[in-house]
């Protein structure tokens, strides 16, 4: 345990090192990536010091053990026992932190919100969960930067997209993928009658083209107008952006945005996204599968979570946990939820790395 965490104290060394170079300084896209892995090491560097320290003050009380003054000899088995005890509440602490993660838990994400079943209370359901998350983003010092925005008939959204930029993005918001589903009384109901409404969450991580192995001539690019919803523009001008890898015909396509640019970079996110989803499919099936148990497949149609208004209550289905404290979770208080759901990944992370030992 001392020598990987040694390991990863010496990355950091050799990170913060890097950091003061002038060609990294002088890169935007470059510091910005070192530093965000800069402060993801930072953590393991301090339980590493303190860890070294606290071994280091055991072996100077083991000596003292020996002390023939009885007097010296108490204090020292004192001081022992509060080291040992100290030592096997942080390596408790380390082995968690030793979980291996995610590549993707530190990248930046695009996270779209739709209304779904429910009619214009979906759309103010939607609206209400905007507010939760950016409230919540808030409060985690990201940034955000608005994407596409359809506004509702009578409030809320039939869809939102942004971008949230910030410390280990994906890593606490992977887990929001799937169905919300609300149960209040709308206040489009004259009757007072409790109605059942949903929206969908979809978190895509956002990649770096060095991250994912797809050549430009592999890619087929085409544009096109888009049609439904989104006024006289949207089927003026051919914003539309398609991406075709073309070794194993993934397809990704965008008309989210007005902007044929911003499109073409949410097309290319979400052909990365299939590419690492069917490369995880190919050769980790087995832990993908158990990894699905927990946090869903991403996938619309999974209800992951009841927000039950006339109860103040919220249920993650996922893992069984209740609580009673809607009104907080709604400003943005999501931590207590997302916790949880870290807590059991590790446990069945820890689960699945025991059994293969």
């Keep these: 345990m001392l020598d990987k965490l040694e390991a990863i104290h010496n990355k950091f060394l050799h990170t913060e090192e890097l950091l003061s170079d002038p060609e990294i300084v002088g890169d935007m896209k470059k510091f910005t990536k070192l530093n965000k892995e800069y402060k993801s090491l930072s953590d393991y560097s301090k339980a590493y010091l303190k860890y070294k320290n606290l071994l280091d003050n055991l072996e100077e009380t083991k000596s003292l053990l ?3 003054d009885p007097e010296m000899k108490e204090m020292a088995q004192l001081e022992f026992s509060t080291l040992k005890e100290q030592i096997d509440v942080l ?20 996270f779209e919100i739709r209304s779904g079943a429910g009619g214009d209370e979906a759309s103010i359901f939607a609206g209400d969960l905007y507010k939760m998350y950016t409230k919540f983003f808030e409060k985690q010092n990201w940034k955000t930067e608005v994407v596409d925005v359809n506004e509702g008939s009578v409030g809320g959204f039939n ?7 910030g410390q280990d993005v994906y890593g606490k ?12 009384v709308p206040k489009t109901e004259s009757q007072g009658r409790v109605h059942t409404s949903a929206a969908t969450v979809v978190v895509l991580p956002k990649f770096e083209e060095e991250d994912i192995d797809v050549k430009k001539d592999e890619l087929r690019v085409d ?3 888009a049609s439904g919803a989104g006024g006289q523009h949207v089927n003026k001008t051919e914003s539309g952006v398609r991406f075709t890898h073309l070794p194993t015909g993934i397809v990704s396509e965008s008309t989210d945005s007005r902007s044929q640019h911003k499109n073409r970079e949410i097309a290319l996110q979400r052909l990365y996204v299939k590419i690492v989803e069917a490369q995880r499919a ?4 087995e832990q993908k599968a158990a990894r699905k148990s927990l946090v869903g497949s991403g996938d619309r149609s999974d209800k992951i979570r009841t927000y039950n208004y006339p109860q103040n209550r919220v249920t993650d ?24 759901l870290q807590v059991y990944e590790n446990a069945e992370k820890m689960k699945a790395e025991e059994s293969i030992a």
């Design 66 to 68: 020996q002390d023939p």
């Design 91 to 110: 390596e408790e602490e380390i082995k968690v932190m030793l979980i291996p993660k995610d590549p993707e838990d530190s990248k930046d994400v695009v």
């Design 159 to 165: 869809k939102v997209v942004l971008e949230v930029f």
């Design 173 to 184: 918001l992977k887990f929001e993928s799937g169905a919300h589903r609300v149960q209040r």
């Design 223 to 225: 544009t096109f107008r």
């Design 282 to 285: 190919k050769n980790y099936s």
């Design 317 to 340: 289905h996922r893992i069984n946990l209740t609580l009673y404290k809607l009104d907080n979770i709604m400003e943005g208080d999501l931590d207590e939820v997302l916790e949880a």
